[in-house]
Structure formats: structure tokens, C-alpha cells
């Protein structure tokens, strides 16, 4: 089954500990991204990256970490979280530039930062 | 600057009746603008991408729509399976290729 796999689904943590959040796509997908959803603020975008060792900053990238040295994997970084990083997080894979074509999302990370 | 704006926030309805979910929008250049449905902590999924002015795409109780300042989502006789969040995102030339996201509609439909 075609999918984008995020783990884990909820994370709580203390601030300033370092956390990875996995994510992993089996579509063959050029492009991947990571987005926050907060509630009154929608979706914004955090990284994305167009190819294997191609990143590039979204909207909202401060805090944030990413690497992709496989096509299939994209993780996301946060070395010293902090509580305005509470959010419901997901990512997304997409043929070609993931602006021209639909977006696969996976089903997301709760994370709360105490 | 490219804005995308939806309305309402939030519909109720009943089961059976019909209504439209707007999407209105600035852009320089619409290279494409999609709809999605997310269902409540689960990750949007992809409805439908409407390209230029006059398009029209339909799915089983969905049909959406594209005129040069907006796009319509409507929905036919809903069932409560269709409830959810509906999301209208879209690109343009002059926006580095990004995708600007609307807030949602919170649709609940009521048996």
C-alpha cells in the first residue's frame, strides 16, 4: 500500500531535549516536506526538499533540522525543543516539485513540549 | 501577495442538504489549486486539482469548481461519512512555487 509513514504519533517531551521525528515514504517520491498545523494558523511549511541531499527552507523553519540522504526518508530535527514548538506535525510526499502535484500526507505527530 | 481565503469556517448540516464550500483567492498566475479532506488527527488527502477558469471535477458527492477569483466545493445530497475539514490550497508563478493553504471549512453533517 502507497503510504507516508510518521513516527511516532505522540511525543511528549521536556524542553531542550533532542528528538527525531522519522518519516518514510514507499511512492518513490522526488519531493517530501514537513509542515506544522496550529489551530487559527493552518498549515505552514518547515522544510522541504526537492530531491535526495536537495533541502530548502519553508515558512517556518527556525528550531528545526532536516536531512534526506534517501529518496525515501525524510526526519525531522528539533535539537532543543521549546514549547511554541507544540504542534500537530506532518509530512507530505509528492512526484515532481509537490506544487503541481497532490500532496501524500502522513497521519501526523502530536508533539507537546513541557 | 497570494491569499487564499475559505468560508465558512464552519457549516452544519443535515443529512441530505446540499450547500457549496467557498474558497476565494488573489494570485499572480494560478498554476494549480487543490482541495483536500482531513479527517480529525489524521493527515489531509487529496480530493481534487482544478487548473483554469470554467474546470469542474467531480467525485461521487463532491464537485468542485473554478472561476478566475474562486473555487466552489459542492456538495450533493452529504452523508454523515462527510464530515470532516476541507482544505483549499493553491500555486502561482509569482510565489516560488509554494503552496499557499487556506484555514478550512470544519463541515459536520448530521444524520
Known amino acids: 500500500e502507497a503510504q507516508v509513514t510518521q513516527n511516532p504519533r505522540y511525543l511528549i517531551t521536556v524542553t531542550g531535549k533532542k528528538l527525531t521525528v522519522t518519516c518514510s515514504q514507499n511512492?518513490?517520491?522526488?519531493?517530501m516536506s514537513w509542515y506544522r498545523q496550529d489551530p487559527g494558523l493552518g498549515l505552514r511549511q518547515i522544510y522541504y526538499s526537492m530531491n535526495v541531499e536537495v533541502t530548502d527552507k519553508g515558512d517556518v523553519p527556525e528550531g528545526y533540522k532536516v536531512s534526506r540522504k534517501e529518496k525515501r526518508n525524510f526526519p525531522l530535527i528539533l535539537e532543543s525543543p521549546s514549547p511554541n514548538q507544540t504542534s500537530l506535525y506532518f509530512c507530505?510526499?509528492?512526484?515532481?516539485?509537490?506544487?503541481?502535484?497532490?500532496?501524500?500526507f502522513g497521519n501526523g505527530t502530536r508533539l507537546t513540549v513541557t | 501577495e497570494d491569499q487564499v481565503t475559505q468560508s465558512p469556517e464552519a457549516l452544519r448540516l443535515q443529512e441530505g442538504e446540499s450547500s457549496s464550500l467557498n474558497c476565494s483567492y488573489t494570485?499572480?498566475?494560478?498554476?494549480?489549486l487543490f482541495w483536500y479532506r482531513q479527517d480529525p488527527g489524521k493527515g489531509p488527502e487529496f480530493l481534487f486539482t482544478l487548473y483554469s477558469a470554467g474546470e469542474e471535477k467531480e467525485k461521487e458527492r463532491l464537485k468542485a469548481t473554478l472561476t478566475k477569483k474562486e473555487s466552489f466545493l459542492h456538495i450533493t445530497a452529504p452523508k454523515p461519512e462527510d464530515s470532516a475539514t476541507y482544505l483549499c490550497?493553491?500555486?502561482?508563478?509569482?510565489?516560488?512555487?509554494?503552496?499557499?493553504w487556506g484555514l478550512g471549512t470544519s463541515l459536520a453533517v448530521n444524520p
Open positions: 507530505a510526499s509528492s512526484t515532481r516539485t509537490g506544487v503541481e502535484s497532490p500532496l501524500h
Open positions: 490550497a493553491l500555486t502561482g508563478a509569482g510565489n516560488n512555487r509554494k503552496l499557499i
Open positions: 511512492m518513490n517520491h522526488e519531493y
Open positions: 494570485v499572480s498566475g494560478l498554476r494549480g
